[in-house]
């Protein structure tokens, strides 16, 4: 065990798995602060679904670790299970060769997939009706986590190997020594470290900019829903419903979870530090509208009463990758944020990939595609000055 301080900043997923495999590693004291609770950000309303496919060749090979890493995790955490129901990916004839594009990417990294017409798709799962014009990339390896499991699990583990799991206490700021980090400034003191990793997702540029950089990544309001018990339990699987806008999944209690995207709504500007995501609401509409695009593909979604909402944030940067890894002009900092409407699906890896770049200084996939030292200053600075609606910036769900 070496005698150097990790720091991580923010306890959602990103930062919760960062810690657990620090300390698996035996890398000294790892120290995790969060303003609130741990999970008070998106982490704890996420629909935490998960594809393998996605659109990148380092999303891919990154994806392939999480979803081993989540079904590992099942057997690690106790009261925390990966729902393996698979996730179906629909398209319809417009969307479809863009993806299908993709094929090839997928064989050559061995992501498995199944293209599904929609006969196939009745078959399999008689409670959905798509459209005929309908088509399914099915990933076989796919499914969902219940983030109300998970986000307690992995921190009494945490706890249990020996993380200082600080809670109700807010990072005012980042103290360099000699040009490279030297620990973080609390309400409560300061905390010497080796390493600090950010993963304050919609807050991360109000602390990064106490160290002059700034990343080009936007916020955008995001809102899921969850039914009362339905008659029966749907036995389908996690579904990116993207013709219809939206997504679903089965959830705990015989219901269902349905998320809308917002297209045309602003980007949320986060520009006070104790910014909380419960000042944050979504039209009472969306209800309706998830009905009303949905229904004729789960029919049983007619009768069923909403019995949750949740609404957070999802942060994107300005090429769509997330953004994870040491910042070059300041040794001993890292970054992990945008991970689109993914980063409860990238969580188990984000963590891995955190704790051996500042543990071992290298990764074991290559993630040079999402390094924070791709962007260009000057393009951030008016990319940042723009405002944008969700719609403009790229779409990736999951
Ligand atoms: C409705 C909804 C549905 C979603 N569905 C999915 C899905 O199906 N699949 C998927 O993969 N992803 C999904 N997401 C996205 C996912 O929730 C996020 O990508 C993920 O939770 C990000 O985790 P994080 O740990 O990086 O950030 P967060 O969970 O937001 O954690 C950041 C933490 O930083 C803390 N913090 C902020 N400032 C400070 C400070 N100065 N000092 C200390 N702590 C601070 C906050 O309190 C917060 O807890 C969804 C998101 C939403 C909103």
Redesign the pocket.
Known sequence: MSNATAVI?????????TAYQLARKGYGRVVL??????????????????TGLLWSETGVLARKVSLRLFRELSAELEGYRFQDVGCLNLFDPASWPDRAALLPLYERCGAPFEILDAAEMRVRWPELHPRDEFIGLYDPLGG?SE?DDYIPALARKCRELGVEIREH????DLLLRGGRVAG?R?ATGIIEADAVVT??????N??LERVDLRLPVKAF????YVTEPLPRPLAIP?VNANPLGG?I?PAAGGRLLA?IESADRLEQRVER?D???SELSAPESLKDQIRSNFTDYVPLLASAGWAID??????FAMDGEPVLGPVGRIPGLFI??A?????????PV?GLLLAEFVADGRTSVDVSAFSPDRFDPVETASYLDETLAQKHVVRR??
């Open positions: 900043v923010g306890g959602g997923v990103t930062g919760l798995s602060l969060d303003k609130g609770p741990v999970g008070d950000g998106s982490s704890s309303r996420a629909a935490a679904i998960i969902y983030p206490e807010r990072v005012e973080v609390t993963t304050l997702y919609g807050w991360t109000l602390l309001v995001h809102q899921r996690a997504y999944r998320g530090p910014f909380h995501l949740k609404v957070g944030l999802l942060t992990g944020v991970f689109h409407s993914g980063g409860f699906a990238y969580n984000s769900r999951h």
